[in-house]
């Protein structure tokens, strides 16, 4: 049997209790099945929906087994099979689980991530050891839920962002009823940063130009206490389709869906006092959240996504109203997808001021600046890259948007050497912690 199919066999009969040798084959299953075009959280998902008489404990053991194997995987090559393999990475989580200071720095430099990465960041031991760690669960508390939800729920403990959360317990939340009710949200703490960055006010119009499943919509509309409108587009019909089921669960309305496919022609015409670029990256800052992505993803992956994040930028800003807000953000922490996009931005549209975002760290100075570079090891969340400017309220069209009425016919792009003019650089520096 092709071992890419075997995950769609039909359920195993289960009687409640799981014998150990049962979970571990299951987690056999999926890494086998698990490659660059199958995901293996995805491929955990199809096993998990197919053994749906599983218990809640032992679903939990079988995708504590799977992350840790691809969280130690390059610590793994001289066992032999995969199950000694998962043993293996399951002693090597306990050890620096008890002491993290145990992995020597060398180790974690060889065997934590692939080497391109030392070509596009800078690789510190914390960020490294923070990738070994297990991810913190994090939750948005939708407006008005808060002390509620910590009674019902239970296990919450506070973070420093406003309505963000810690899951500390062992259900899964998926199926809780409060979930159903659309009292909270799962969403990563640097992913609720963005929203609250981005600071839309009530009766706004705002533009999320990768809006993907929505995560960042909603909590956007709900920064705007359900006033103003959010234009949610993204190139993949499916991912708004679980949006529009995410909104109605949330009972979130001001908002509009629609397919863009990131060209130059936008699907309203209508400008907007903000546009969120959450654009497609490398993920390298959801490596800690996704290991698995740690050994899928090319140096490749990088330079095209950097290109594409560039397009992406070029085609909203013309959307943006003078005096409008425009904001970057990508979860990745690569060199050619943060700065470098920020620079040829800023290179080409001196009709955007940079817009000073500040600091949000406790115990660190306040510290403003237009670009925010946040490591995991110092949110225990995502890494994330969030740059913003404001269009200035006398500025007249892009110098590219001049360009091209001059040299294309309409709807044609521009020449990809209209964009890159002298760049006017952006210090990425961070306060000394
Ligand atoms: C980082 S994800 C967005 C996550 C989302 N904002 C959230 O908070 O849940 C990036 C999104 O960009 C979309 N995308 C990919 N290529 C695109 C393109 N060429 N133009 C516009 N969106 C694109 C993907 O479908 C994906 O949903």
């Known amino acids: 049997m092709d071992p890419k199919t075997s995950v769609h066999r039909s359920p195993r009969p289960f009687t409640g209790i799981e014998p150990e040798e049962l979970l571990l084959s299951l987690a056999v299953e999926v890494i086998e099945n698990a490659d660059r075009e199958h995901p293996a959280d995805r491929v955990l998902r199809e096993v998990l929906h197919r053994e749906a008489q599983l218990s809640q404990p032992g679903a939990a053991r079988v995708s504590r087994w799977v992350f840790q194997y691809y969280r130690w995987r390059g610590w793994l090559k001289n066992e032999r099979g995969l199950l000694r393999k998962i043993r293996k990475a399951e002693e090597l989580a306990e050890r620096f689980e008890k002491n993290p200071f145990s992995l ?48 019902s729920l ?34 990563d703490i640097t992913s609720q940063l963005v929203g609250h960055l981005c600071a839309p006010r009530p009766g706004e119009l705002w533009w999320d130009a990768c809006a993907g499943e929505g995560g960042k919509t909603l909590h956007l509309a ?42 130059p022609e936008r699907p309203m015409s209508v400008l907007f006092d903000g ?72 290179g080409a549209h001196p009709e955007f001021e940079p817009l000073p975002l500040r600091w949000p760290l406790p115990g660190l100075p306040d510290w403003s600046t237009p670009t925010l570079l946040l490591w995991p090891q110092d949110t225990d ?23 091209r009425n001059r040299s294309s016919q309409p709807g044609e792009p521009a020449s990809s050497q209209t964009l890159l003019g002298p760049a006017e650089r952006i210090s990425t520096e961070l306060p000394e912690k």
């Open 104 to 151: 020597r720095a060398e180790a974690l430099r060889a065997k934590a991530v692939p080497s391109w990465v030392h070509e596009v960041m800078d690789v510190s031991d914390a960020w490294l050891r923070s990738l070994q760690r297990e991810p913190k669960l994090f939750i948005r508390v939708r407006p008005g839920q808060g002390r509620e939800l910590v009674e």
């Open 154 to 187: 239970g296990h919450l403990r506070k973070t420093w962002l406003p309505d963000a959360y810690v899951y500390e317990g062992r259900r899964d939340l998926f199926r809780t009823h409060e979930f159903a009710q659309g009292r909270f949200e799962i969403q």
């Open 222 to 263: 709900d920064l705007m206490q359900g006033r103003g409108q959010v234009w949610a587009t993204d190139t993949a019909q499916w991912r708004l389709e679980r949006l529009r089921r995410r909104a109605a669960r949330a009972q979130v309305q001001n908002y509009q869906a629609a397919h863009w496919d990131g060209g």
């Open 275 to 346: 546009v969120l670029v959450d654009a497609p990256c490398s993920g390298v800052g959801t490596w800690g959240r996704n290991p698995h992505a740690r050994w899928t993803t090319q140096l490749q992956d990088v330079h095209e996504l950097a290109a594409l994040q560039r397009r992406l930028l070029e085609h909203v800003a013309p959307a943006v109203k003078p005096g409008g807000r425009l904001i970057y953000a990508v979860c990745t922490l690569t060199r050619p997808e943060t700065i470098e996009v920020v620079n040829a931005f800023q």
């Open 381 to 403: 969340g995502n890494g994330m890259f969030i740059a913003a400017w404001r269009r200035r309220k006398d500025a007249g069209p892009a110098p590219a948007q001049l360009e």
